[in-house]
């Protein structure tokens, strides 16, 4: 156990000479903590300290921090203090020891709540900033991308978007068609119950034909692929980024935007305007069937009424949105996808931004595209 500790001193004038010997390891940890206590007071009273370490036989991290810790008792105050004579076999954790909590306290800063609410919307344009940063660059990627393949054919990865397209394509057919036929026969519902009370059941096949070819169908169909395919396009590459094949295909000279993204976003602007037309027929045979059923309008009146108040160009304002709207959900979802860090949890979180932002930036994109068709009269 080593010798018993020991710490004896004097003090002349302004300057304390103390000495440090025995064991001061933590077998003596009571002993020493009362020696440091019992010079701390005499400590405390000088301007300069001298701790003559020489007959110090043994030295661990509570020692070494006991020691320091009576140091700082005439240190904290601006004076000198110091420890000589070391064993150099000790002097190497001392000085670990010494520089521990070197640095003053950081005081708190409080913000007022005015400044709170602006450091917050700065902090928002900034992350808004930033992802469009990244929003542009997937994009520019896709474009350099698309223009490789069309200077060499041959190395566009066919099987690959071919399997894409019926992943997010035909296996979506099912559920596609349950929703949109819900939300049409939702819809004509509503239209005949309220319409009912003027008499005008009859325009309730304008409300559905205009708002499921021109506004919901697309944008119905858009939000469900973002929430299907465009989580899994996000948790797909994410889960290749923490594996790091992503950088395995960069080392062995492989363009990932090409190999994974170009695929999978191609397979996006093919399927979703195919499943957009699908859920409009789908809709528009829910509305047609409660129509029947609930108004009392027959198929022959209901299609008869169709035919003469829905024009192609509603149609035609349904299938542009379509892929433009494909075009945004596979951009942020490969983007998003490509931001994942090591960490599951950062996994699941750049899957739920993905379905996120698609959702929100859909709905604006449709907003746009509303007031667009409405200025050049379509």
């Not at 007959?55 to 661990?60: K, N, P, Q, T, W």
Request: glycine content about 8%; overall charge neutral.
């Amino acid at each position: 156990m080593g010798s018993q500790p020991s710490l004896s001193g004097t003090i002349a004038g302004e300057r304390a000479e103390f000495t440090a010997a025995g064991s001061w390891t933590i077998e003596h940890v009571d002993v020493l903590q009362r020696l440091v206590e019992a010079a701390a007071p005499t400590v405390s009273r000088a301007r300069a300290l001298t701790i003559n370490a020489a007959a110090i036989e043994e030295l661990d991290t509570l020692g070494a921090w006991l020691l320091e810790r009576l140091m700082r008792t005439t240190d904290g105050r601006g004076s000198e203090a110091g420890l000589v004579d070391l064993s150099d076999r000790y002097r190497g954790l001392f000085d670990k020891i010494h520089e521990v909590n070197r640095a003053p306290a950081a005081v708190p800063v409080v913000t007022s709540r005015p400044v709170a609410v602006l450091e917050n919307v700065g902090r928002a344009a900034l992350d808004v900033r930033t992802d469009l940063v990244v929003f542009l660059e997937m994009l520019a990627a896709l474009a350099i991308a698309i223009l490789r393949v069309l200077r060499h054919p041959q190395t566009f990865r066919l099987t690959s978007a071919v399997y894409h397209v019926f992943r997010v394509g035909w296996q979506a057919v099912p559920i596609i068609l349950l929703i949109t036929f819900l939300i049409g026969a939702i819809i004509a519902q509503q239209g005949i119950f309220h319409f009912r009370k003027f008499g005008a059941e009859s325009y309730v096949v304008d409300m559905v034909g205009i708002l499921v070819l021109r506004e919901l169908g697309v944008l119905i169909v858009s939000i469900m692929v973002a929430g299907r395919s465009g989580s899994a396009y996000t948790a797909e590459l994410g889960s290749m980024k923490m594996r790091e094949e992503i950088d395995a295909l960069r080392t062995m000279g492989f363009d990932p935007v090409e190999i994974l993204i170009l695929p999978r976003v191609l397979a996006l602007v093919i399927a979703l305007p195919i499943l957009a037309f699908v859920g409009a027929m789908a809709a528009l045979y829910g509305g047609g069937l409660v129509a029947w059923l609930y108004g009392g309008m027959s198929p022959e009146v209901f299609v008869a009424r169709l035919r003469e108040v829905v024009s192609v160009t509603h149609f035609e304002v349904g299938m542009i949105k379509a892929p433009f709207m494909a075009l945004v959900i596979g951009v942020i979802a490969c983007s998003e996808g490509l931001r994942v860090t090591g960490s599951a949890e950062s996994l699941g979180h750049q899957t739920t931004v993905s379905v996120v932002k698609s959702i929100f930036l859909v709905i604006v994109l449709d907003g746009l595209f509303a007031v667009f068709f409405a200025s050049i009269g379509m």
